[in-house]
C-alpha cells in the first residue's frame, strides 16, 4: 500500500493550461484567424469557446462552419460589480476560479461572498481537476494540457475518473532539462481472459492513473497531457506530490461504495430515483516492518484532514481512492513486523 500527499496546486503552481478560464476574444467576421486561434460567441454570459482548424479563417461563422472551427468548451463572463444581471446568469471569478449563479434579477454591485445574491456552484472548469471531489470533472475537445511547478519534489501524479485514450508525463527543471517523459496507454484488459474476449469484447478504458516512479528532483514542472482524438477528454481529480509507501496489503482487503442516490418507494411499490453521486470505501490491512510505526503513525496523524490518495496495490485500481482515512490502528503483533488498518471514505 502506498500513499500520494498532495503539493499545494495554487495560482503560482499552474503555470499553464489549455482548458479557458476568461473567454478569448468575441468571433469578428472580417479577421484573419491561423491555425489554432481561439475566439468566444456569446449568450448572455455564456461564452461558446471555439477554436481555428485552419489557417488563412475568414467569414466562416463558427457555428455554422464544421470544416474552419472546432467547439472546445464554454465558460462564463467574468464578474463585473458594475454589470446588472439577471436571475440564473452564471459569471466566474479569477481569484476563486469558482463560478456563480444569481439569484435574483436586477443583481447589480453585490459581492459574490453575499449568499442572498449568489450561489457558489463551485470550481470553474479548468480548475475542477484540482478541487476536492472525484466526481466534478475538467473537460475539453480533444486533449485536455496542463504544466504544473511544484514546490519542493514530486515523485508521484495521480489521475481519477478520467476519460482519454493516452496520457502523457513530463517532468523537468530549468538546470536539468527533460529528466522524465512516459506515454500511458489506457486500453484496460481487466476481465480478458480469452482470444475470443480480446477479439469481440468493446474496448473498456481505464478511468484511472497513478505513476509513482517520477525522479524527485527539486521544484520540477511537470506537464500532464490526457488525449481524447475526435472527442472531450475529461478529469476529476489529479494530486500531484509525493508518495510514501506504507506496507503490503493483505488479503481480505474490501473496497465498495457509498451511494448517496435517492430511492423513495411510494404506496404502490413505484420507485421514485434521484441519482446523485457516489464515493469509494475500503478497509485494508497492511503487513509492514515495526521499524516505520513511528513515522507511519505521525504521517497518518499529520493528514489526518487532508485528502491524499490511498493506493491498495497497483494491480487493482478500484483500490485507488482519494480521500480520508475514518480510522486507523496498528497491531504491534510480531517482534519485526506488525499490521495497519484503515477504514477509508473517498471524496464524492
Not at 522524465?180 to 480480446?198: A, M, R
Not at 435517492?262 to 470505501?281: H, T
Amino acid at each position: 500500500m502506498r500513499i500520494v500527499r498532495p503539493a499545494t496546486i495554487a495560482d503560482a503552481n499552474l503555470t499553464s493550461s489549455n482548458v479557458p478560464e476568461t473567454a478569448p476574444a468575441t468571433y469578428n467576421g472580417g479577421t484573419t484567424y491561423a491555425l489554432g486561434d481561439q475566439v468566444s460567441t456569446w449568450s448572455g454570459t455564456v461564452a461558446t469557446v471555439y477554436e481555428s482548424l485552419q489557417n488563412a479563417n475568414t467569414g466562416h461563422t463558427p457555428a455554422s462552419s464544421p470544416t474552419w472551427w472546432q467547439e472546445i468548451g464554454t465558460t462564463y463572463e467574468v464578474y463585473n460589480s458594475g454589470t446588472t444581471y439577471a436571475v440564473d446568469q452564471i459569471v466566474i471569478s479569477t481569484t476563486t476560479h469558482h463560478e456563480y449563479q444569481s439569484l435574483a434579477n436586477s443583481n447589480v454591485g453585490h459581492s459574490l461572498s453575499d449568499a442572498t445574491w449568489w450561489l457558489d456552484l463551485g470550481s470553474n472548469n479548468r480548475w475542477r481537476m484540482f478541487d476536492q471531489s472525484n466526481t466534478s470533472q475538467t473537460t475539453n475537445y480533444g486533449e485536455i494540457e496542463v504544466a504544473l511547478t511544484i514546490t519542493g519534489r514530486a515523485d508521484a501524479v495521480s489521475l481519477l475518473n478520467i476519460n482519454a485514450t493516452t496520457v502523457h508525463v513530463v517532468a523537468e527543471t530549468m538546470a536539468d532539462g527533460v529528466f522524465y517523459d512516459q506515454t500511458f496507454e489506457l486500453v484496460s484488459d481487466s476481465g480478458i481472459d480469452s482470444w475470443y474476449e480480446y477479439f469481440f469484447e468493446p474496448i473498456v478504458r481505464r478511468g484511472d492513473l497513478v505513476i509513482y516512479d517520477i525522479p524527485a528532483y527539486a521544484d520540477p514542472t511537470i506537464t500532464i497531457t490526457l488525449t481524447q482524438p475526435g472527442g472531450t477528454a475529461e478529469i476529476a481529480t489529479c494530486v500531484v506530490g509525493q508518495s510514501r509507501d506504507i506496507g503490503i496489503l493483505v488479503y481480505g482487503a474490501k473496497i465498495g461504495i457509498q451511494d448517496y442516490s435517492r430511492k423513495e418507494a411510494d404506496d404502490f411499490g413505484n420507485f421514485q430515483i434521484v441519482e446523485r453521486s457516489f464515493a469509494k470505501r475500503a478497509t485494508f490491512k497492511v503487513w509492514m516492518d515495526n521499524d516505520k510505526i513511528d513515522a507511519v503513525a505521525a504521517l497518518l496523524a499529520q493528514y489526518r484532514a487532508i485528502p491524499v490518495v490511498y493506493i491498495g496495490v497497483d494491480d487493482f485500481a478500484s483500490t485507488y481512492i482519494h480521500g480520508f482515512y475514518k480510522d486507523w490502528n496498528i497491531e504491534i503483533s510480531f517482534p519485526t513486523k506488525s499490521y495497519c488498518n484503515f477504514e477509508i471514505e473517498g471524496l464524492t
